[in-house]
């Protein structure tokens, strides 16, 4: 990725994570930031391995679990869960710290 450092690339994932969650919802101009943010989320956890990775397994969901896509967000994010296709979900109660 590029030449940048680990520091770097965290530094970065960290600004395209606070894009992302921000124009959760917010679609309108905001699009492409969004979907640029995603992308880079998407490479540095290819790149540095330490994503979330939670996968949402909601039964409403449509589609096969097996193909749905992991969160890209940096692991303990807070707030919603992030897919490489935009979708975005709740943590569940246990994830959360609720019940
Ligand atoms: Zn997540």
């Known amino acids: 990725m590029l030449d940048l450092t680990p520091d770097e690339v ?3 994932r960290a600004l395209a994570d606070l894009i992302a969650a921000g124009t959760c919802d ?3 101009w905001l ?3 969004r979907d640029a943010s995603i992308r880079i989320l998407k490479r540095v956890a290819d790149w540095l391995g330490d994503a979330c ?3 949402d397994t909601t ?3 449509p589609g096969p679990a097996l ?3 992991p ?3 940096p692991a303990e994010h807070g707030g919603l869960h992030l897919d ?3 979708h975005a979900w709740k943590p569940t109660g246990e994830e959360a710290g609720g019940a």
Do not use: E, F, M, T
């Open 10 to 12: 965290r530094r970065l």
């Open 26 to 28: 917010r679609v309108y």
């Open 31 to 33: 699009g492409g930031a």
């Open 53 to 55: 990775g939670h996968i």
């Open 59 to 61: 039964p409403d969901r």
């Open 67 to 69: 193909l749905r896509s």
């Open 71 to 73: 969160c890209v967000r």
């Open 84 to 86: 490489v296709n935009g």
